[in-house]
């Protein structure tokens, strides 16, 4: 318990709040059913999630070093699970989102201080055991998230993707008050609250101008709206953030080409790694008329091949640059969208398998590095704020990219079929629509739909991929390390 106690405490947490991001995306139909949600609704039960945790997540970690990374920890698991709660009764899709968005700010608040605690807890050889161990069981929730929200939402019901954190989160309340002691920050620091509010702004502001898009068009006056106050929410953190004293985000880290790297990376992992499963889910169930079993299980080609990778990762690659393990992992992300590209009228889920395959095996190299390249990337006392902010950038691009492929697949789909029932196909109503339009046209409709989704992931992957690997260079004599994978720079550094 001595030992291992903080980690298990740890990853218990990180698991169930990293599982959440992605375990709705098989029981959207049936949410749609039972709440009678449209298509923005079940973006928002993703979205309203992943958004809150990314725009509280550097907030969080700086009101953590005040007020005490444990204590701060278990709040959030506590809030994680009241809002869990609330989920499991929702009445309508209101009430849902809005506890949905209630559950990512508990998820803020552990996700903030996991880095720092283990950091906290381990030295030397035992804190890069540690990182390689954490990341993996970030990769594996996400990756599992689906095939979990499946067998749930077939089994017991979709209420009980949200009912079964409740008996996890006390478990993680009391390992975590009896095995992971409490630390904070340097005395003197505050909390920058106009940097949180203003990211905040400029988060919430940019996703929500993307879902009105889709539901509007690009060139609609709120969409607009949205866009230009998403932009000048932004201006304002920048501002803000060179005027502090205790800044939530040093922007003097973005001189590092490597940690600039490293960032774009993270951004575009999480969305182009997961954000099409919402949609290809919501394919399966209500076109190819599957269980939320079954179109959970296809998804174990991914979840497979992201657990073995992982594994083998953090046990065999210790010291591999990280351009190679980021950069590559993002590169056979992007070409496994592209290879699931290939759907038709008469495609059935197997056309989907290669590429799962493929984006699997580049999430097992991403998942379980990438923090670790960031932590290698700064000076050592930067790490805390420099774990933060991968952190905030997997979550956002993950909540932009379930919008932007969302907007990607209605406005195509809304070339073959009328703006209404194309948005209504996209949010699983297909039934309502087959009285109307012949099944071949709602499968050819919805299967274009997806092939442009994944073409535009599978190329933000390629490019994200290349600016990793051209950022994150060997350096010159005298210049900064190389990050590497968790292992050789991050160990030396405990």
Not at 5 to 20: I, Q, R, S, W, Y
Not at 84 to 107: F, H, K, T
Not at 214 to 242: D, H, I, M, P
Not at 310 to 330: D, E, I, N
Request: with cysteine; aromatic share 6%.
């Amino acid at each position: 318990m001595r030992t291992w106690g903080p980690l298990t405490a740890v990853c218990l947490g990180t698991f169930m709040l990293l599982l959440d991001v992605t375990i709705v995306v098989v029981a959207l139909p049936d949410i749609a059913a039972a709440l009678h949600a449209s298509m923005s609704d079940l973006q928002w039960v993703v979205d309203g999630y992943a958004l809150a945790l990314a725009a509280l997540l550097l907030g969080a970690g700086a009101a953590a070093d005040v007020l005490g990374r444990r204590t701060v920890h278990v709040v959030g698991i506590v809030l994680f699970a009241v809002a869990s709660l609330l989920c499991g009764v929702a009445s309508g899709p209101g009430m849902l989102v809005a506890a949905r968005a209630l559950q990512g700010i508990g998820a803020a608040g552990m996700f903030a201080t996991t880095l720092p605690l283990l950091a906290s807890a381990y030295q030397g050889r035992q804190r890069s055991a540690a990182l390689g161990v954490w990341g993996a069981v970030g990769g594996a929730a996400a990756a599992v998230g689906p095939v979990v929200g499946g067998l749930l939402t077939g089994g017991p019901g979709w209420r009980w993707i949200f009912f079964v954190n409740l008996p996890v989160s006390v478990a993680a309340v009391w390992l975590t008050l009896r095995a992971v002691p409490e630390t904070r920050g340097p005395a003197g620091m505050h909390v920058d609250w106009a940097g949180t509010v203003t990211f905040a702004a400029f988060a919430g502001g940019a996703t929500y101008a993307v879902v009105r898009a889709g539901e509007e068009g690009w060139g609609e006056t709120w969409t607009l709206g949205s866009f230009a106050l998403a932009a000048l929410a932004l201006v304002c953190f920048v501002l803000v953030e060179r005027r502090t004293a205790h800044p939530l985000f040093d922007l003097a880290l973005l001189r590092s080409r490597a940690f600039v790297g490293v960032m774009v990376g993270s951004l575009a992992f999480s969305g182009v790694a997961f954000g099409v499963l919402t949609y290809e889910s919501i394919w399966m169930q209500t076109l190819l008329e599957m269980s939320p079993v079954r179109a959970g299980l296809t998804l174990l080609p991914l979840t497979g091949a992201s657990m073995v990778v992982s594994v083998l990762v953090g046990r065999l690659l210790h010291g591999v640059p990280a351009r190679l393990t980021v950069g590559g992992g993002l590169l056979l992300v992007g070409s496994g969208n592209l290879c699931q590209s290939v759907l038709d009228a008469g495609s059935g889920w197997t056309a989907l398998t290669p590429g799962l395959v493929l984006v699997g095996i580049g999430t097992g190299f991403v998942a379980p590095t990438v923090a670790g390249a960031a932590l290698a990337a700064v000076a050592p006392e930067r790490s805390g704020m420099a774990g933060g902010a991968v952190n905030t950038l997997r979550q956002l691009g993950y909540a932009l990219g379930v919008a932007v492929f969302g907007t990607v697949l209605t406005s195509r789909m809304a070339e073959t079929l009328p703006h209404d029932a194309a948005h209504t196909l996209a949010g699983g109503g297909a039934g309502a629509l087959r009285r109307a339009f012949p099944g071949h046209a709602l499968r050819e409709a919805f299967a274009s739909g997806l092939d442009s989704a994944l073409v535009v992931a599978g190329l933000t992957g390629l490019v994200a991929g290349g600016a990793v690997l051209v950022l994150v260079r060997s350096p010159k004599a005298g210049t900064e390390a190389e990050p590497e994978v968790v292992g050789k720079t991050v160990a030396s550094r405990g």
